[in-house]
Nanobody, 124 residues
């Protein structure tokens, strides 16, 4: 089992920055990929970014590419999402998720573990 706990949500201004963190515990993350998904009110949960825990390879949704940066700290068992140039459309609940195996999936139904989420609100 993997436990995931998000932190760092809050309110940011359009054009500004916020940083989210995800703390993982319960087992080694070798062989896992960690993800950020988000869900805005009335919308389906969508892929934001992913990082391969061992290799460090990163993947992004087109909507956040060039603005968001995902990273992981193997020693601290944490993952972060640096969000710059925030837009009102970035307002959503952000979820940390994990999936075993080498293949990156952008579909939330494929995830093995979830955090409880943290709310990000971008004011214009």
């Amino acid at each position: 089992q993997v436990q995931l706990v998000e932190s760092g949500g809050g309110t940011g201004q359009a054009g500004g920055s916020l940083r989210l963190s995800c703390a993982a515990s319960g087992r080694t993350l070798s062989g896992y990929n960690l993800y950020w998904f988000r869900q805005a009110p009335g919308k389906e949960r969508e892929f934001v970014a992913a990082v391969a825990w061992s290799a460090g390879s990163t993947f992004y949704a087109d909507s956040v590419k060039g603005r968001f940066t995902i990273s992981r700290d193997i020693g601290k068992n944490t993952m972060s999402l640096q969000m710059n140039s925030l837009k009102a459309d970035d307002t959503a609940d952000y979820y940390c998720a994990g999936k075993a195996g080498p293949v990156i999936s952008r579909d939330y139904v494929d995830m093995d573990y979830w955090g409880k989420g943290t709310l990000v609100t971008v004011s214009s």
